[in-house]
């Protein structure tokens, strides 16, 4: 069975870091083709993807939100940590962690969605 | 940069069919996926590669994807089906974006 659960500071002060955890059970992110994802949601909002990271260490990022975002992966905790920088008040909000693989065969990948989520942490922006 | 636009709301009786697009530049040469998020609660994956359901997951949910657009059909649209649904594009070069959601009710 799958886990993820994300951890990190609930209230955040303009202008600072933001480090963010999340730690899974039942797979292996050393394994070719597996991925954990990080987004988030505003209140009220949409969803916004922000960056990904998979087990062979490729990583991509929100061209939007790249230049404040680097993604980590400790495989020996299962963990996946996600920092960005130089918070501001729209950053507040929801942020989830979540699964997702891709096959590859005869040239042709294959996407298998974000099939498993965590429940979310709340982040606040606010001096 | 990659965008995907859905209409706001949909709203269906109850047993009736529901139809939610999902529209972007050459969507069906990308996977489209589909997400039910209720509320206070984590997003669910419905549809994933177009039209496969995960495991768990009723068959009145169902999905296809051509040219611009992708459409999740709910079909006997159920109370338990009101939530907001969210698609989302992937190929190698498109990573991961997500659609502007909508708000489905079931009157």
């Known amino acids: 069975q799958i886990t993820l659960k994300e951890s990190g500071p609930t209230l955040v002060k303009p202008t600072r870091t933001l480090t963010l955890t999340c730690t899974f059970s039942g797979f292996s992110l050393s394994t070719n083709g597996v991925g954990v994802g990080w987004i988030r949601q505003p209140p009220g909002k949409a969803l916004e993807w922000l960056a990904l990271i998979y087990g062979d260490d490729d990583k991509r990022y929100s061209p939007f939100l790249k230049t404040r975002l680097t993604i980590t992966k400790d495989t020996s905790k299962n963990q996946v940590v996600l920092t960005m920088t130089t918070m501001d008040p729209v950053d507040t909000g929801t942020y989830y962690c979540?699964?997702?693989?891709?096959?590859?065969?005869?040239?042709?990948?294959?996407?298998?969605?974000?099939?498993?989520w965590g429940q979310g942490t709340t982040v606040t922006v606010s001096s | 940069s990659y965008e995907l636009t859905q209409p706001p709301s949909v709203s269906v009786s109850p047993g009736q069919t529901a139809s939610i697009t999902c529209y972007g530049e050459?969507?069906?040469?990308?996977?489209a996926s589909w997400y039910q998020q209720k509320p206070g609660q984590s997003p669910v994956l419905v549809i994933y590669?177009?039209?496969r359901r995960p495991s768990g997951i009723p068959e009145r949910f169902s999905g296809s994807n051509s040219g611009n657009t992708a459409t999740l059909t709910i079909s006997g649209t159920q109370a338990m089906d009101e939530a907001d649904y969210y698609c989302q594009a992937w190929d190698t070069n498109t990573p991961y974006v997500f659609g502007t959601g909508t708000k489905v009710t079931v009157l």
């Open positions: 979540a699964h997702t693989h891709i096959t590859a065969a005869a040239g042709t990948y294959y996407y298998y969605g974000m099939d498993v």
């Open positions: 050459k969507l069906g040469d990308k996977y």
């Open positions: 590669q177009d039209d």
